[in-house]
């Protein structure tokens, strides 16, 4: 979805349905790699429900070890709503976060890359260095 489009489907999810958020830090992905800090930080959102749930849907081949049953579906997120809505509400609180950490770090330019690797990134971290929010291990900063 188009930023602006997520943004508004955002609130109404946010506001129409039970969802709960999970992350990890950039000290447990350094520490556990990036698949297992993923999959924790949906163990963490499943333990954050208001309520419990008989079956979980994840998007891609792999699951957290969470106390229900787990369905895996490849780009789960074009062929199930609740995976879609799960992706906008990661999507947008991850770009809320950004715009948090651009506030700090304004030559990164966060808000407008979200903490995607692009060129302009790069150059930046280049000419600035790393701040405490980037990956250490990423294959271009070893």
């Not at 930080?41 to 499943?46: H, S």
């Not at 780009?75 to 709503?81: E, M, P, W």
């Amino acid at each position: 979805l188009p930023k602006k489009k997520r943004e508004k489907v955002f609130l109404y999810i946010k506001n129409n349905s039970i969802w709960a958020l999970g992350q990890a830090s950039v000290k447990e992905i350094e520490r556990m790699n990036i698949l297992n800090a993923s999959l924790l930080a949906m163990k963490r959102a499943y333990e954050n429900l208001k309520m419990s749930t008989g079956l979980a849907l994840i998007d891609g081949p792999y699951s957290p070890v969470i106390t229900c049953k787990t369905e895996n579906i490849i780009k789960g997120d074009s062929k199930s709503v609740s995976i879609a809505a799960a992706s906008i509400i990661a999507k947008q609180y991850r770009d809320n976060i950004m715009k948090e950490i651009g506030i700090i770090y304004p030559k990164y330019n966060f808000k407008n890359n979200s903490g995607y690797g692009t060129k302009e990134h790069y150059k930046i971290i280049e000419l600035n260095g790393l701040t405490k929010y980037h990956r250490k291990s990423f294959k271009l900063f070893r």
